[in-house]
């Protein structure tokens, strides 16, 4: 039986291990804060509501502000409104 609980006991430690280095791994890739990778700053479309990368996005200014839409219907749409 004592062969057992040693079996259990590392077992254990190698799980508590293993979690730790996936843990690691992901805080580490930039997973556990958000699925936006850091270095890329994604902008909403206001009018679906789809995000888009603003170096790839059509715009418009208003009020001082840029708006950034996924595509030219959706810029037509706001402008519309
Ligand atoms: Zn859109």
Redo the contacts with the bound molecule.
Sequence with gaps: MVGWTLRIILILLVARALWRLTKGVLEGAGFSRDSVPSGVKLVR?P??G?FVAPARALSAAADGQTQY???E??RAAWRGR
Excluded: A, Q, Y
């Design positions: 479309d009018v679906c789809v839409f996924c595509s219907k959706c």
